[in-house]
């Protein structure tokens, strides 16, 4: 069961990147920034704007509830 565990935070890692290289090829003036997580059960996030912590806290929060899920399929 770990190996779609370790394809989906591969997954993740190469998205993110090309996320990263498509805003700098555009060019944006102002740079956003937002890095999230838990600690124990509570999602926390850190934002230069408040709509990326907003997306920082879905993607944490549904990260999560992936992670339970494929937790209980074991």
Same mark, same amino acid.
């Given at each position: 069961?770990? @190996?779609?565990?370790?394809?989906?935070? !591969?997954?993740? %890692?190469?998205? &993110? #990147?090309?996320?990263?290289?498509?805003g700098?090829?555009?060019?944006?003036?102002?740079? @956003?920034?937002?890095?999230?997580?838990? !600690?124990?059960? %509570?999602?926390? &996030? #850190?934002?230069?704007?408040?709509?990326?912590?907003?997306?920082?806290?879905?993607?944490?929060?549904?990260?999560?509830?992936?992670?339970?899920?494929l937790?209980?399929?074991?």
């Amino acid at each position: 069961m770990e @190996q779609p565990i370790i394809l989906i935070g !591969i997954a993740v %890692i190469l998205i &993110g #990147f090309l996320i990263i290289l498509a805003g700098a090829f555009l060019g944006d003036k102002k740079p @956003q920034f937002a890095v999230g997580g838990f !600690i124990d059960p %509570i999602p926390l &996030g #850190f934002a230069n704007s408040r709509e990326m912590l907003y997306v920082v806290i879905a993607l944490s929060v549904g990260m999560f509830l992936l992670s339970l899920y494929l937790s209980k399929a074991v």
